[in-house]
């Protein structure tokens, strides 16, 4: 039987160890150191370990167990020592064997039943050990600066939170300032403007008082406008009554003169006189004149409201 454990492997194992609690590695990490005491100073040896795993019946699996605890492998270990105290059925030859193939860090071994070796002491697994032990006090090196980083970076997500809400009052209170500022500047302004309102509104009330008074006034006026010129129309009706009376007596008038004219023309002068011919000539020009300052049948005062408004 042979077995070969590549640095692939061997670094996967070490990545996935790294990613485990730091607490069970300590934990390992003593677990480990403690057997490893143990066989160096053959406190365990060939018997005691065949003792323990005389019931064990599982060579090939006790095997990569202990393959895989020689290439630094703290969990392969934990578990190894679990079977350790569950395993039987195991000898001698087997045992030597198996710790042998540990002890050659993974190179190739056969495990042969009548080949009895004991577990060798080498410079190697020293190495290895002191190799294992820089590296875990590396790791929590590590870890302690992560842990360090953490809770600085976590500080400093704090002070950016609070520097976030001074910032953000800052701002308000800046907008608030700058807001009392404004109306500060522009209350004086207000207060102008108020007053000039105040004033424009008092002499608008003053016009308006002016123009009501005005309003009424032109009422007055019109209304007297409108009772003389009722009066008017009433004259100018009565003034186009006479004149129709008017022109019905100059109608005849017209008509008279044309008889006494067909008379004089038709008569033979004896019996008329010349008096006689010419008073009607008068009477029509009378009556004519009289018609032509508003009618000859007409009294002096029978028009009294024209003379009132000459």
Request: proline content about 2%; aromatic content about 4%.
């Amino acid at each position: 039987m042979s077995w070969r454990i590549t640095s692939e492997e061997i670094d996967a194992k070490e990545q996935k160890l790294l990613e485990e609690n730091e607490e069970n590695m300590l934990k390992l990490l003593n677990v480990y150191n403690v057997c490893m005491s143990l066989l160096e100073r053959e406190v365990l040896n060939d018997m005691d370990l065949h003792n323990i795993l005389q019931q064990s019946t599982n060579v090939d699996k006790l095997h990569n167990f202990i393959l895989r605890l020689s290439m630094r492998g703290e969990k392969a270990f934990h578990e190894f020592m679990d079977v350790l105290r569950t395993s039987s059925n195991i000898n001698h030859v087997q045992l030597a064997a198996i710790l042998e193939s540990c002890m050659s860090r993974g190179t190739d071994s056969t495990v042969e039943n009548n080949n009895v070796a004991h577990t060798p002491r080498t410079k190697a697994t020293h190495a290895a050990l002191r190799e294992h032990h820089t590296r875990l006090q590396d790791l929590e090196e590590k870890t302690r600066r992560t842990g360090d980083e953490a809770e600085r970076f976590e500080l400093l997500l704090q002070e950016i939170q609070g520097l976030k809400i001074r910032l953000a009052e800052q701002e308000k209170n800046t907008m608030a300032h700058k807001c009392t500022m404004a109306v500060r500047e522009e209350h004086p302004k207000l207060q102008t403007r108020v007053a000039e309102l105040e004033r424009e509104v008092h002499d608008f009330r003053k016009d308006r008082a002016k123009w009501e008074d005005e309003t009424k006034r032109l009422r007055q006026r019109l209304q007297v406008l409108e009772q003389k010129n009722a009066v008017l129309d009433h004259e100018q009706k009565v003034l186009e009554h006479e004149q129709g009376e008017e022109k019905d007596h100059l109608h005849s008038l017209e008509e008279q003169v044309g008889q006494l004219s067909a008379r004089l023309e038709g008569g033979d002068g004896s019996g008329v006189s010349p008096r006689s011919t010419i008073q009607p000539a008068n009477r029509f020009q009378t009556t004519h004149h009289h018609s032509g300052r508003g009618g000859a049948s007409r009294s002096p005062d029978r028009s009294p409201t024209r003379d009132r408004w000459k």
